[in-house]
């Protein structure tokens, strides 16, 4: 139960029966989750709204301004001081969120429930219901807090360059003995890995990569391009896994070194990898040993598997994401670090959304580069923490 410990009171009704009827109805980690984020919003009301339950009590409902003053007391993370402003993850956010519309349809019904004009307390009704649609509106959507909660942490340098190697292919008297795979597809697969590394596309999107003098222009500036893919076609329909693109196109540059592996692949490998399939030969550029048909994303994870099969310490570090992350992450560094020590904030901000949307596939105005790059963000954040508390 919740107890004014300042005072050493008895618990507020509202927050002592809505207390007692999450024990009675809901599992013992909800009502606990629930009551502690009612804690969070009597922080609140003690800081910034001290009349709160004064005005409850007259049928005075929150105002809307309020309401955006307590969703972003909400996000602050009391784990650590107020001061550094580090925010909770937009599921715990969302969680506490809903704990407090219905603790306010809880509170605010108490009283509602008393008055004997119908038409007033019908329409003090809606005003409560309009004012924790507001509050929901603040909730973080379903795809953010996916991608938060399904976030990883970059590769250190030390994995890229162990995986670097471990993919390289044997060519004339260099011999790889840590290959894990046979020689007919070591290049197929290091092609596969560096173009992760490289250009930090999802897995989909490396799948989609046609050979058709449009998608790779490997030239004195090679890049490639990612487009979306028109899913009513009679090559995508063929495509087992359902690859699709889920960003906005763009074309990526590479480093020459892949650029010419990836031409060995195509003119020794490529041609042999592929096999007639309804009369056609796929026009996708990752052809399956299996059946020479498209490549799939589930063919890329058994490549990406057999790497920890040679070194076991890299299974919880190796899968596409990790890439993309990684990616992110070091196009953030490579910003911060053109613009170390210029006064241009401005001007540094508009460059690292511009970059990172670019890269990504996302809307100028995206919230996604930021979600993304949180691993980087966070490790920024600890080490500024372990600074303050040596310091």
């Given amino acids: 139960m919740l107890i004014n410990v300042r005072e050493s009171e008895l618990p507020e009704p509202s927050a002592a029966l809505w207390g007692w009827n999450l024990w009675l109805t809901n599992r013992f980690n909800t009502a606990k989750g629930r009551l502690q984020d009612l804690c969070i919003f009597y922080e609140y009301v003690d800081r910034h709204y001290p009349r709160f339950f004064e005005d409850a009590a007259e049928c005075k409902i929150i105002k809307r301004r309020q309401v955006n003053d307590l969703a972003t007391f909400l996000l602050l993370n009391f784990y650590h ?10 599921s715990t956010f969302n969680r506490r969120v809903d704990s407090i519309k219905l603790f306010l349809q809880y509170h605010y019904s108490r009283y509602i429930e008393k008055i004997s004009d119908i038409e007033r307390a019908d329409a003090l009704s809606r005003e409560v219901a309009r ?6 509106k603040r909730k973080y959507s379903s795809a953010e807090v996916e991608n938060q909660t399904q976030s990883a942490e970059p ?10 190697d471990i993919v390289r292919p044997s060519e004339g008297d260099f011999i790889n003995d840590v290959n894990p795979f046979r020689p007919s ?11 992760l590394c490289e250009l930090g596309c999802r897995a989909s999107e ?12 490997l030239t004195t500036n090679p890049t490639v391009v990612i487009k979306t893919q028109r899913t009513n076609d009679s090559e995508h329909r063929g495509r087992r896994d359902g690859a699709s693109h889920k960003t906005l196109g763009r074309e990526l540059p590479i480093s020459q070194g892949l650029a010419d592996l990836l031409m060995d692949y ?15 030969l796929t026009p996708y ?3 399956s040993e299996k059946d020479g048909g498209p490549m799939t994303t589930d063919g890329l994870n058994y490549v990406l598997d057999s790497l920890y099969r040679k070194l076991p310490s890299l299974k919880d570090a190796v899968h596409p994401h990790q890439f993309r992350v990684t990616r992110g992450g070091e196009l953030r560094d490579s910003i911060d670090n053109e613009y170390e020590g210029s006064n241009s904030p401005m001007k540094k901000a508009g460059d690292m959304q511009d970059t990172l949307t670019t890269w990504g596939g996302w809307s100028s105005t995206s919230s996604m580069p930021k ?20 310091a």
């Fill in 155 to 164: 590769l250190t340098e030390e994995q890229v360059n162990l995986i670097r």
């Fill in 371 to 390: 979600r993304y790059t949180n691993a980087l963000l966070q490790k920024r954040i600890r080490e500024y923490l372990a600074k303050k508390e040596t």
């Fill in 185 to 195: 597809l070591q290049r197929r697969n290091a092609c596969l890995v560096m173009l």
């Fill in 131 to 136: 004012i924790n649609a507001h509050l929901g």
């Fill in 206 to 217: 490396l799948m989609l990569i046609r050979h058709n003098g449009e998608d790779l222009k």
């Fill in 285 to 287: 550029l990752f052809v």
């Fill in 266 to 280: 195509i003119e020794k490998d490529r041609p042999k990898l592929r096999k007639s399939f309804n009369g056609k």
């Fill in 81 to 90: 001081d107020i001061e550094d402003g580090i925010q909770v993850s937009p």
